[in-house]
């Protein structure tokens, strides 16, 4: 369905990956619908742009459903600059000591992707990464 810059868009998110509906070769967690009612019938998450159904989807698969903004502004892209100033390795690649260091506490058994990143380069703060961005 073709969507205009103006349309609401929904960020739906699943409990798990579902099959995307306009391409069988992939599984999703989340995907953005543009619609502007939510309504709840029987056991689906309904959503309507228009008064067209847009999307359904079973409730028991349904983790969140929130505003996303127009089509393309969900994500700001950042300053590097700026975030250079507050962290001056920000885009830097890892040395390759520091590559052999993380994979050593790794399979020492250090999981926390943090802590991690604190013991290989002391001196960076970093942004908090999730176990599956880092792929534990």
């Known amino acids: 369905m073709a969507t205009s810059d103006s ?42 742009l228009a008064g067209v159904e847009a999307a359904r989807y079973p409730l028991p698969d349904i983790t969140s459903v929130a505003p996303a903004g127009p089509r393309g502004s969900s994500r700001q892209p950042k300053d590097p600059a700026a975030i250079r100033a507050k962290y001056p390795n920000a885009y830097q690649p890892w040395s390759s000591q520091d590559e052999e260091r993380l994979l050593t506490r790794y399979r020492a058994g250090a999981t926390d992707p943090a802590e991690l990143a604190r013991r290989v380069r002391p001196t960076a703060e970093r942004h908090p990464v999730s176990s599956r961005q880092a792929g534990a």
Request: with cysteine.
């Open 7 to 48: 349309q609401p868009i929904n960020r739906v998110t699943f409990t798990d990956f579902l099959p995307d509906p306009h391409d069988e070769d992939c599984l999703r967690r989340a995907v953005n619908v543009p619609a502007d009612l939510v309504t709840f019938e029987g056991n689906h998450g309904v959503l309507w």
